[in-house]
């Protein structure tokens, strides 16, 4: 295992102490000064050098060393199987108890060992690292017998450490590059395989476990739970129950605060963005706890031998959990190590992977699991029935076997040597994949896509579906060959890797190598920023060929685009990508600014869904192990390896702008390199930088938010407008009322309308999670004259209205009715037929609707209305509401004419039947006359309109009941 260490220090400083026996007690009388720690810590190196190792992670912003010491049985080496543990203290420089407490422990293993058995088997058997101080610039300038201050709290240049990791829900570009201190613990983090970990601060008494916030970055009280909650819940309450006062849950008296069993969520409780802990469990194998010790954040000296005795059990106990759970060696059939292997427990959305000796460590609760094992180049390898206890850790070893080697495969393929591989994988494995092509370059050659879905060829109701599209610039070749590559691993481990087979059997994947077959023929290997080949045959750049969302490159289009655009509006595309060279970034939406000028300005460029963009681009950034560091490819820098389109440099008829305005997709552009056609050696390593990356982006597209339209039939309501309030952009159901809206996490108003029905709003609340399935009921409308939407007047005026209507209806007392939500609202003063419910679900798992077959294409996939430039909505919308006026006025003759007709008619008759009585006539013919019915006919009336088959919808089931609790208003 490689340990990161910048300096160890190999003391050979003559001291006072010449034993064990004669070392002296640490002063408890004192806080230790920077000086005063670095000699102590020295000293006791020097004096337990078979135990002991010293060394610094990096410097302060004031060169003040980050001490670390490493306490094991073998110092000078990392032994096989032997797991990592870590304290780190006084991250703000004013919490001073969790300082003195770790200097007062890394005295007592020293002492104990050897004369205590339990802290001699610890020591033995774990690899402990203590760093009394990640913040020594701050404590040199706190204030003791400062309780509640903040003197002290931030570093040199006055930052907040644990506000200063890398964010999960933060996507915004960074005003400040990120501090030494947090530099120098994240290489540190990152480059060992510590297993668990703790954060110790001041000015509380609870332990608080992941996640530490949300991405509405809410104050407090929102819950935010992490795949591993209960492991990091049992891991708090060991060291809450630990403590002498922690468990009792009473908090600090100061800030009326109260605890249950003194351990809490740390969103739950204050919202921290840019934390450690979170830092910690997402980005390496270390789970990581925060310990909050004391009310006090620097308290008077004599209070220090209390808040050991305090503490000191805690923190033992707290270092004997790295053993729980299941830990093991990753080998091949050699009984050599495999690293980096990654180990998945089915059912937990968070693996970790084997340190260098191939041992691994998965913190788990008590219970039964299934592990699966994958690594690059070995079959995967599944145990099942592993049992776990709390008292003993589990060992399962894990030997795999080589795949079958394709060397070919990492090689440049020619066109045809393309078309044969996808043939070859199509033929193999088509219970997976089916091989079509959408049309044909301008030199003939076929488009080739590969679908990849459990049920090829057939799109499945409820399931999304994805494409990657690569090689649209010909001589930009890595996307090409990943793609193939991503075909050769779905199609090998499906069936046999969890995460994959989950992938393909919850997701139709449309993969597209070459956009621009005729420019790769043209290109040649170890181009590095040339433009041979980039260009289609008739020398036009694809990616500017798209109609602009502007019409501001009006031309015939290249056969090529014509194909792809075609593709678009036949299959129903959520989210895709598109894969170029030249750089090391995800770009996303727009591409282009609002400018006319023939060589606009870059300039931020922010779509309407800004921020889903900015999410799904990190989602590839962040699992590509360069990428996200944004600083890969000469002269260029990208904040998290992510950016505007517009605000690099301006494209106008890019392919993803098209994509987002004019269709149900959104897209984003992936640079995988900065050189645009590497050599063949290059690939291997090209394909494992990617690899991950390309699978957890096909994982976005089960996020946000899903589900179905239907009328009160059961019948699916097709180009629907599926509108997200405070957000200009719509989407439409397809032909089978199914929808999938991408959305962040949050809390969102989805207007649902269609003509012929009344719209119907609402409230969701969207998890980060997998997508939330909400599915809506539409009832026809009946052509009044009030219901804007089947008068076609633009959905504006109704958002209008259903916007004030919301706002006003907390307002209103009278005739409440209750939504199914269980939100009250007030009826609506106006005739309009709008209806409103208020749903909040958490996320659920991605799952089938339906196995039923259907037609191969799901519909049109195009905007429910055609665009209007943004100078002319005001006056369409005038004109509509003029015409609505009209058509009120016309009604209104109409309906008084029609009623006049009946009264005359009515009384013709009564003067009629008159007469035939006073001329003793008999009762009229019925012939002429339908019989009136009787009180037995209606009820066959009823049980033969009972009785008729109801539609049905695979959503519903066959004779489904119509959809009841939805309240119209």
Request: glycine share 6%; charged share 20%.
């Amino acid at each position: 295992m490689k340990l990161f260490e910048v300096k160890i220090f190999h003391i050979l400083t003559v001291v006072l102490l010449t034993s064990e026996a004669t070392l002296r007690p640490i002063e408890s009388d004192r806080y230790h000064n920077y000086d005063s720690l670095t000699q102590l810590l020295h000293e006791y190196a020097t004096a337990y050098p078979h135990i002991t190792q010293l060394f610094s992670v990096g410097q302060s912003v004031e060169n003040r060393e980050l001490w670390v010491m490493r306490i094991t049985d073998n110092p000078d080496m990392q032994e096989p199987g032997e797991p990592m543990f870590k304290y780190v203290a006084n991250m703000h420089g004013n919490e001073a108890v969790g300082r003195e407490i770790v200097i007062y422990l890394i005295q007592y293993l020293c002492d104990s060992y050897g004369r205590d058995d339990r802290i001699s088997g610890l020591v033995n058997s774990t690899d402990i690292y203590i760093m009394p101080s990640m913040n020594p610039d701050g404590f040199e300038r706190a204030i003791i017998g400062d309780c509640g201050g903040v003197t002290g709290r931030n570093n040199a240049n006055n930052v907040d450490l644990n506000r200063d990791f890398p964010d999960q829900f933060d996507a915004q570009p960074r005003s400040r590059p990120r501090q030494l201190e947090t530099e120098a613990l994240i290489n540190w983090i990152t480059s060992n395989s510590f297993v668990l970990s703790a954060n110790l601060h001041g000015g509380a008494l609870v332990a608080n476990y992941p996640y530490d916030n949300t991405a509405s970055h809410l104050n407090n009280g929102s819950y935010s739970r992490s795949p591993d909650d209960d492991i990091f819940r049992e891991l708090a309450l060991v060291y809450s129950r630990s403590h002498s006062t922690m468990h009792l849950g009473r908090g600090c008296p100061q800030y009326s605060e109260s605890f249950p069993n003194g351990i809490t969520n740390g969103a739950q409780w204050y919202d921290v963005p840019g934390g450690m802990q979170d830092y910690n469990y997402l980005h390496s194998n270390c789970f990581e706890v925060t310990f909050e010790l004391s009310c006090c954040k620097y308290p008077q000296v004599d209070n220090l031998p209390t808040e050991w005795n305090n503490n000191r059990e805690a923190l033992i106990a707290f270092i004997e959990q790295v053993h729980r759970g299941v830990s093991g060696f990753v080998t091949d059939i050699n009984g050599q190590p495999i690293p980096n292997a990654t180990i998945q427990v089915h059912g937990i959305d968070h693996t970790v992977k084997s340190a260098s000796f191939g041992d691994y460590w998965r913190l788990l609760v008590a219970g039964t699991y299934t592990l699966t094992v994958t690594a690059d180049g070995y079959e995967p390898r599944t145990v099942s029935g592993v049992i776990v206890t709390n008292s003993t850790g589990t060992m399962i070893n894990f030997t795999l076997h080589r795949e079958p080697t394709h060397q070919d495969n990492f090689s440049h393929h020619s066109n045809e040597e393309l078309k044969e591989f996808l043939q070859s994988y199509a033929t193999s494995y088509s219970s997976i994949t089916r091989l079509y092509s959408i049309g044909k370059s301008v030199e003939g050659i076929d488009l080739w896509v590969m679908e990849i879905s459990d049920n090829p060829g057939i799109h499945e109701l409820g399931e999304p579906e994805f494409k990657y599209i690569a090689n649209m610039h010909g001589n930009e070749v890595t996307g090409r060959e990943t793609l193939l590559l991503l075909i050769q691993y779905l199609c090998e481990n499906y069936g046999g890797v969890t995460n994959v087979t989950q992938l393909i059997d919850n997701t139709r994947i449309h993969i597209m190598p070459t956009m621009n077959p005729d420019g790769y023929s043209k290109a040649h290997e170890g181009d590095k920023s040339g433009y041979v080949g980039r260009s289609n045959a008739n020398n036009a750049d694809l990616n500017r060929d798209f109609p602009d969302r502007l019409n501001r490159n009006k031309k015939s289009r290249q056969p090529e685009t014509k194909a792809v655009i075609k593709w678009l509006k036949e299959y129903p595309f959520v989210l895709s990508a598109n894969l170029h060279n030249g750089a090391l970034v995800a770009n996303y939406p727009y591409d282009s600014t609002d400018s006319r000028s023939a060589r606009p300005p870059s300039a931020y460029s922010r779509s309407p869904d800004d921020d889903i963009f900015q999410q799904v681009s990190l989602a590839y950034s962040m699992a590509h192990p360069r990428m996200h560091l944004g600083h890969q490819c000469p002269g260029e820098s990208f904040v998290n390896g992510i950016t505007n389109g517009a605000d690099w440099y301006v494209v106008v008829g890019g392919m993803q702008d098209y994509n987002y305005v004019e269709t149900n997709c959104f897209e984003i552009t992936i640079e995988q390199g900065c050189q645009k056609f590497p050599r063949a050696s290059q690939l291997p390593k090209i394909w494992q930088e990617n690899r991950d990356a390309l699978l957890v982006y096909i994982q976005e597209v089960h996020r946000g938010v899903k589900g179905f339209v239907m009328n009160s039939e059961g019948v699916p309501v097709s180009n629907a407008t599926i509108k997200v309030l405070d957000r200009n952009h719509d989407i439409s159901t397809t032909k089978q009322g199914e929808y999938w809206r991408l959305l962040v996490p949050g809390d969102y108003q989805l207007l649902v309308s269609a003509p012929g029905y009344n719209p119907l709003l609402k409230n969701v609340t969207v998890s980060s999670g997998n997508a939330v399935q909400i599915n809506f009921t539409l009832s026809a409308n009946s052509s009044h004259p009030h219901d804007l939407q089947s008068q076609g007047v633009t959905t504006n005026a109704t958002i209008s209205h259903v916007k004030n209507f919301t706002e006003n209806r907390t307002d209103q007392s009278q005739s409440k009715v209750t939504t199914t939500g269980g939100q009250s609202v007030a009826p609506s003063s106006t005739s309009s037929h709008l209806q409103i419910q208020t749903t909040v679900i958490t996320a659920d798992n991605v799952h089938k609707i339906s196995n039923t077959p259907s037609d191969n294409t799901a519909g049109t996939n195009h905007k429910p209305t055609t665009k209007e430039p943004a100078d002319s909505k005001i006056t369409s919308n005038k004109k509509s509401l003029d015409t609505l006026n009209i058509k009120k006025h016309r009604f209104l003759v109409g309906y008084i004419t029609v009623m006049s007709v009946i009264l005359t008619a009515g009384l013709v008759l009564i003067v009629f039947l008159v007469v035939q009585l006073r001329n003793g006539s008999t009762r009229p013919s019925d012939k002429g006359f339908h019989r009136v019915p009787t009180g037995e006919d209606t009820y066959h009336n009823h049980m033969e309109l009972r009785s008729m088959p109801r539609q049905s919808h695979p959503l519903l089931g066959q004779n489904a009941p119509v959809s009841s609790g939805e309240e119209e208003i």
